[in-house]
């Protein structure tokens, strides 16, 4: 049985092929059109899917949609009618576009059968919370999904149970930890809907000044549920693009929005410091409970709030459960894999024999279509006997290293695959990277990727990260060690590295350890600011002669710049 999964389409679309209960094939749209956060229909993501399967689209039998066309018009059409009287004109314009939206949803959608395809609409946050337990290690756990909005859902909780998934109870939008965090993000002078994780960056920069403040905004409800105050806020009816998100009560009380290129200040910091410890606080709240309804010790999370490693890494250190299993694509390009594996384990009837044990699922080039691409292309290179050894040396001479191996990461996070990569002991390295490659904001993190049994001599408590999506404190006596990895605040955002999951990669860091010292190497992703992590040996190359990137290593051939 070949299923077809589609996430997103509002914005970060995916695909992700299941083929008989195993996942063959999953990625995002964005990095196949080159264009950030991309939405729509994901055409070459399917194809990309098809192909590496072997299959027409004739053969597939299911395709399941990451959201319920009809729930979401039934839904959100009564609430916008309930705001005409504030803002009659948006509200009539958002009822237009909804209708517009779905109508189109539904027909692009149906224009991705084949001959015998059926076409499911799937229930956006089971879907998501599919994502994660449905692939996880974990043969029953709570279930929490946490976004912006669903259907009409912002937050869903349930129980999973060998292949099924149950409901405990949702809260619905504009109750939304992900519509308050978009808002602040706006209010912050960032890009909403995508530079959430710049905010979490900044806020291990500020003190919780105004914590009490967002805990009036943020209301602890009954069985784990919160009320937001939308008094502060005027997304919800106003069109925030034009008009910015808060309300003028929040601008009274915290001043006025940041612009984009204006300086970020004190203030700024301590609001990004708030929000993120209300958001902690709120979801270890909502976690205590779902955890007593339950009586599970383990917690699968998903949704674009489960992106927030911070959150993550205070949960599994201060909440309820003993393990947390967060899939690397949590947002909605993810729903790809819930959606079908959901349809999957309903239609099928067996019990569970996959388990996602690592993000490997995209695209890869071979090694012979490197070097036919670096020929044409009259591109000098090198291919050393040994690849590995190589990579060690320079990175132990402190050169920054593009790292393109194997099949690409599925989700946001490079691990391995698409990275660039550096030494995590020099105390300057953050600093090079940030001017000579990434041109990021400063106080924005590089995350360390660990060999996963040297973990704990490092990072406390952390045995397995293999997606990056916990953050874990630095041991204090560590710290002066691996100072480029280091956050401001002692933590860091670790990915540890099996052997059996991507073996080159191990083999680098442990060969880097020979020389430097530390089981690690510094990871961030093979990209610039604004644009999708590299796909092809192309994109690659362009990346690497447009930044201060020292190497680049493609398979088994090295790039150098003098
Ligand atoms: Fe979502």
């Not at 070459?44 to 399967?53: G, R």
């Not at 009659?88 to 692009?108: D, F, K, Q, V």
């Not at 890494?313 to 390009?333: K, N, S, T, Y």
Request: hydrophobic fraction near 40%.
């Amino acid at each position: 049985m070949n299923i077809l999964g589609i996430g997103g389409y509002s914005h970060d679309s995916a695909a992700a092929l299941v083929c008989d209960g195993q996942l063959v094939a999953a990625v995002a749209e964005e990095r196949l059109t080159r264009v950030k956060h991309q939405g729509g229909v994901p055409r070459k993501a399917v194809q990309f899917c098809l192909d590496t399967a072997g299959i027409t689209r004739d053969e597939v039998d299911h395709i399941c949609c990451y959201m319920r066309p009809g729930r979401r018009l039934m839904s959100r059409i009564p609430y916008r009618l309930g705001k005409m009287f504030r803002a009659p004109s948006y509200s009539a314009g958002y009822i237009g576009y909804e209708i517009l939206h779905n109508a189109r949803y539904i027909a692009e959608m149906r224009s991705l059968r084949g001959k015998k395809t059926r076409l499911h609409f799937m229930e956006h946050h089971p879907a998501h919370a599919a994502s994660s337990f449905l692939v996880s290690p974990f043969s029953s756990a709570a279930l929490l999904s946490i976004d912006y909005v669903g259907e009409w859902a912002s937050t869903w909780a349930g129980l999973g149970a060998d292949s099924t998934i149950t409901r405990e109870w949702s809260a619905n939008y504009p109750n939304s930890l992900g519509v308050l965090y978009t808002a602040i993000t706006d209010y912050l002078g960032f890009a909403r809907a995508s530079d959430e994780y710049k905010v979490m960056g900044l806020a291990s920069y500020g003190e919780p000044e105004f914590a009490q403040d967002f805990r009036w905004i943020v209301r602890r409800g009954l069985l784990g549920q919160y009320h937001i105050d939308m008094s502060w806020l005027q997304c919800h009816y106003l069109p925030g693009s034009r008009r910015g998100y808060m309300s003028h009560k929040f601008i009274k009380r915290f001043g006025p929005p940041r612009k984009r290129d204006e300086p970020i200040e004190a203030r700024h910091r301590n609001i990004a410091a708030s929000l993120q410890t209300v958001l902690e606080e709120t979801v270890l709240y909502t976690a205590e409970s779902v955890h007593n309804a339950t009586g599970q010790s383990r917690l699968c999370l998903a949704g674009g709030v489960a992106l927030n490693c911070s959150m993550n890494g205070r949960l599994l250190r201060e909440g309820p459960f003993e393990e947390i299993f967060v899939q690397p694509a949590a947002g909605d390009d993810g729903i790809a894999i819930g959606a079908a594996f959901q349809k999957y384990y309903a239609l099928a009837g067996k019990p569970r024999e996959f388990e996602m044990q690592h993000a490997y699922w995209g695209p890869e080039f071979s090694n012979n279509a490197i070097k036919h691409f670096l020929d044409l292309a009259k591109l000098p290179y090198e291919s050393p006997a040994n690849v590995v050894e190589r990579t060690a040396d320079l990175l132990a001479e402190g050169k920054i290293v593009g790292w393109y191996q194997g099949r690409m990461e599925f989700g946001p996070r490079a691990l391995g695959s698409r990275s660039i990569l550096a030494d995590p002991t020099r105390a300057d390295m953050k600093d090079l990277i940030n001017k000579y490659v990434k041109h990021r904001e400063e106080f924005r993190p590089f995350a360390p990727s660990c060999l996963e049994e040297r973990a704990t001599e490092y990072f406390e408590g952390c045995t397995k990260s293999p997606f990056m999506l916990f953050v874990y404190r630095v041991k204090p006596e560590m710290r002066e060690r691996v100072p480029a990895i280091t956050h401001v605040d002692g933590t860091a955002r670790v990915q540890t590295v099996n052997k059996v999951s991507n073996p080159r990669f191990y083999a680098v860091i442990e060969a880097f350890e020979k020389r430097r010292g530390v089981p690690m190497v510094l990871n961030t992703s093979f990209n610039v600011m604004g644009e999708p992590i590299v796909h092809t040996p192309a994109d690659a190359v362009r990346c690497f002669y447009s930044t201060g990137m020292d190497a680049l290593v493609m398979g088994d051939h090295v790039l150098l710049k003098n």
